[in-house]
């Protein structure tokens, strides 16, 4: 951890991953909430929220139990994510290893905890999505992601350089938009 924490190279690689995150979400209209970029701790946070949620209850009995947890302990809240919310997601998922693919030679090693996110929302999907709806999901979120980043190259560029130098959130967006190549997602 500490060999990849002083890493160039690694931290080059993890800032980018970041910023494909980042520009995919903001070129299709989703907010960025916060962003971390470090060897420690990676992530963008974005503002996306479910089209629904049910409340499920896991009592089965009407009547109270005097041993049995309060309400709230059994109750449990299932977001649902709508197809479309759902091809967002995808996208802005597959957004981080496509940024390393363009970037570092073809090579891309981040992304499978986005793909494990990714595919832990695609089971909260309504209506649900059979296995080969899901792939496809997830293949067109990395050509959706692939052409944006391919379309949005300086803004990637200019990005990136942001977050290295761990500007802000309105800086970060401005250096997106000072770039001569931004052309937001028609979806």
């Not at 995150?21 to 909430?33: E, I, P, Q």
């Not at 009592?59 to 449990?76: G, M, Y």
């Not at 496809?136 to 942001?162: E, F, I």
């Amino acid at each position: 951890l500490l060999r990849r924490a002083t890493s160039e190279e690694f931290r080059e690689r993890l800032v980018r991953h970041e910023a494909g995150h980042f520009l995919v979400a903001y070129l299709m209209g989703v907010a960025v909430d916060t962003y971390r970029a470090n060897a420690i701790s990676n992530a963008v946070s974005l503002s996306i929220r479910p089209a629904s949620s049910t409340l499920l209850s896991s009592s089965a009995s009407k009547q109270p139990d005097r041993d049995a947890p309060t309400s709230a302990a059994r109750e449990l809240r299932i977001d649902r994510y709508s197809h479309e919310q759902l091809d967002v997601l995808a996208a802005v998922s597959m957004a981080g290893v496509v940024s390393e693919l363009l970037c570092c030679a073809g090579s891309g090693r981040g992304g499978y905890a986005d793909l494990m996110q990714l595919q832990s929302l695609m089971q909260r999907a309504d209506p649900p999505l059979e296995s080969r709806e899901v792939q496809q999901k997830v293949r067109w979120g990395a050509v959706r992601a692939y052409t944006l980043l391919q379309q949005n190259r300086n803004a990637l560029d200019a990005l990136t350089a942001a977050m290295f130098r761990r500007d802000d959130i309105p800086a970060c967006i401005a250096a997106i938009e000072a770039a001569d190549d931004v052309l937001p997602d028609d979806y």
